[in-house]
Each structure stands twice: as structure tokens, then as C-alpha cells.
């Protein structure tokens, strides 16, 4: 094993070799993998799409597209983490790995998942309701709250998209007076994602 160290951070590195592959991978093989790794400042955007298990055809001009979870969350913004992502409009794309189990369990299960979006206070939601999203059956919850540091006051759209096993989450926030502007954009990103394969 090894420890990387980052600006912030530090990464550690670890290899388990199977006892059958003791002859391929020996300890100078794995010396001269680890003498390759590196910590990259960013990571290109179109690497981190394609880690998502679906895939985002648009960006709707988000200038900024971080992985929150490799593979499985990822966030699009105008904002960056210094001055704080609230106060512009941003969008969190990610699976939760359940769904409900009954057609009318969808608006209770879109309301308790809207309950749990982190970094919004004094959440009231204004309107939650069934849409079809992309042909299958999906949620579309709105949500007046506050948010950040600042106490911006923001909107914020949830929308979910019911699969078998895991509901695609969709959650767009903006301060409120750049609302209406910004839900065209994230109704755009949303309407681009497509399931892989």
C-alpha cells in the first residue's frame, strides 16, 4: 500500500493480488504501478460522465461538472466550492438504490427523499406531483428554502425517475429571484439523460 499525498487530501493506494496471479503481478510490477500514480488537479469532464451509470448528453452551460461520488453522484454548477455553490444555480444527477414498492407510494417516497437534500434549512414544499419523465413514471417535487452560508434564499426541483431497482434523483437549485431562467436549463440537462447500454 501506498499514501498519496494531495494539496488537501491525501489518497492512499492499496493492490490485493490473488494468490494465482503472485507470478504476473510481482513486487516490482506492483512498485512500478504505484511509481505511475498521480493526484490530477481535474479530471477531464467527458472522464467523469462516463464513470455515471447513465449518460448526460447536456450541460445546459454549467460551467463547473465535479464527481460528489464516483460513479454515482455528480454535480453541475455555475458556482465553485470556494465561493459557495448556492448562490447560482446548480444541479445534483445521482441514483438512489431504492424505489417504491407500490405505485402509490411514489409521491410519499418523492417527499421523504426531498426531505433529505443536504444543505437546504426552513424547507417548505410547494408542490409535488407525477409526471412522466422520458416514458417511464417519475415525481416532480418544488421545494422554497434556504440555503448556504449567505442564507440565500433558493428553489429547489426534485424530480425522480422510478426504474426496477434504484429511482434516478434530478435536483436543480437556484436562488430564487434566477428561478425561472434556471429551470429551463435544468429541465434541459434532465431531459438529456439517457440509461447506458
Excluded: C, H
Excluded at 408542490?127 to 417511464?136: A, C, H, K, L, T
Excluded at 425522480?160 to 434556471?182: E, M, V, Y
Aim: hydrophobic share 40%.
Amino acid at each position: 500500500s501506498m499514501i498519496l499525498p494531495g494539496g488537501a487530501f491525501s489518497g492512499y493506494v492499496a493492490v490485493q493480488v490473488p494468490e494465482n496471479a503472485t507470478k504476473i503481478y510481482t513486487d516490482e510490477a506492483v512498485r512500478q504501478m504505484f511509481a505511475s500514480a498521480v493526484i490530477r488537479k481535474e479530471v477531464p469532464v467527458e472522464e467523469q460522465l462516463g464513470l455515471m451509470p447513465f449518460k448526460i448528453s447536456e450541460l445546459s452551460d454549467f460551467k463547473n461538472v465535479r464527481t460528489l461520488s464516483p460513479g454515482a453522484a455528480i454535480i453541475l454548477a455555475d458556482g465553485d466550492e470556494t465561493g459557495g455553490f448556492e448562490i447560482a444555480p446548480f444541479m445534483v444527477l445521482g441514483l438512489i438504490g431504492s424505489t417504491p414498492a407500490q405505485p402509490d407510494d411514489r409521491g410519499r417516497f418523492a417527499q421523504q427523499a426531498a426531505t433529505t437534500i443536504p444543505g437546504v434549512r426552513d424547507a417548505r414544499i410547494t408542490m409535488s406531483e407525477p409526471i412522466r419523465i422520458d416514458g417511464q413514471p417519475g415525481f416532480e417535487t418544488r421545494i422554497d428554502a434556504t440555503s448556504g452560508k449567505d442564507n440565500t434564499l433558493v428553489t429547489v426541483v426534485q424530480w425522480l425517475r422510478f426504474g426496477p431497482q434504484s429511482s434516478l434523483r434530478i435536483i436543480g437549485s437556484a436562488p430564487r429571484d434566477q428561478w425561472p431562467k434556471a429551470f429551463s436549463r435544468f429541465r434541459a440537462v434532465r431531459d438529456g439523460i439517457q440509461p447506458r447500454g
